[in-house]
């Protein structure tokens, strides 16, 4: 039997990148001791890998397909094929920014300070790149980690990844610039995706977990209206294209039911009640399929 192998990102994306899936209905089990999670799909087997090398190892085709961020496949230099973009983190769900930071009190002001200084960072490749774009000549190292504690003593300024900015304010820290902005991507191996069965799998998890980052923050709301006011219940409720009607055994009333961003019930409640709807039922979706 053909079996895809599916790499879920090891580290900060692993517990988001395992909730994902369940929601998308694929039950992802992992055992601590192993970095051979468990699958409740025969067609695939998962393994454990660090974002950091997850393009590698999907150009090279031990994995057929991964997810790993757009910064790693440009830092690898990976010939892979980005099947879809995944708007997620391990906070929110916001595009992450690598930044070049410098301490606060450095007189260090823009990148052009930055000639002849050394530069700490895990995204060596792009960051000697980001410097000759800006005509500079600097000592760029690779940090095995704690970049953000390295300034001043052992760099002048670190090129690191950011969600929410917290972990470089603490450590007092000044962003300068945006190196580069990232997403997670759905990557899959080119030779792999010439073979029928590992291309309709990957199309279709490409497909489930893009529904459900579609349906976060959205609900589904469903009531009763009388058919005289249908008119006035459908100009309050906003929907993805418009909401379903479906007729009722009682001929004067139809069931409406739609998808709306779940901050906007709060706000529309009272006035689907005074419009007329009846039984209004707020429920939680898992996907929202397109």
């Known amino acids: 039997m053909p079996v895809l192998q599916l790499g879920i990102p090891k580290g900060s994306l692993q517990q988001s990148t395992i909730e994902m899936f369940s929601k ?18 025969d ?3 998962c393994m454990l890998i660090r974002s950091q090398e ?3 190892y999907v150009e090279e085709g031990v994995l057929d397909v991964g997810l790993t961020g757009r ?11 980005e099947v879809a973009e995944l708007i997620y983190g391990k906070v929110g ?9 410098v301490p606060e009190d450095s007189n260090i002001k823009s990148v052009k300070d930055l000639e002849g200084k050394r530069v700490a960072t895990e995204v060596v490749s792009m960051t000697t790149r980001y410097l000759k774009k800006h005509g500079v000549k600097a000592l760029v190292e690779f940090s095995w980690g704690a970049t953000e504690v390295k300034p001043p003593r052992l760099a002048d300024a670190i090129v690191e990844i950011t969600e929410t900015g917290a972990s470089l304010q603490a450590n007092r820290l000044r962003v300068l610039d945006t190196v580069c902005t ?6 899959a191996n080119k030779q792999s995706w010439e073979d029928d069965f590992k291309r309709q799998k990957i199309q279709r998890i490409a497909l489930l977990l893009k529904s459900v980052l579609r349906a976060e923050n959205k ?14 219940v459908v100009n309050i409720v906003p929907a993805l294209r418009r909401p379903t009607v479906s007729p009722l055994f009682d001929p004067e009333w139809v069931a409406l039911n739609t998808v709306v961003e ?5 706000q529309i409640i009272s006035e689907l009640l005074a419009a007329g709807a009846e039984g209004i039922i707020e429920y939680a979706l898992n996907k929202v399929v397109e």
């Open 262 to 266: 779940e901050k906007v019930v709060r």
């Open 54 to 56: 997850m393009a590698r």
């Open 182 to 187: 990232t997403t997670t991507r759905l990557i």
């Open 219 to 232: 609900v589904g709301l469903m009531m009763n209206v009388r058919r005289k006011d249908i008119e006035k």
């Open 93 to 101: 769900r916001k595009p992450l920014r690598w930044v070049l930071a």
């Open 43 to 45: 067609e695939i087997e």
């Open 71 to 81: 910064d790693w496949i440009e830092e690898t230099g990976a010939d892979v094929l």
């Open 24 to 41: 998308a209905g694929y039950k992802i089990t992992v055992d601590p001791r192993s970095y051979y999670p468990a699958i409740d799909d």
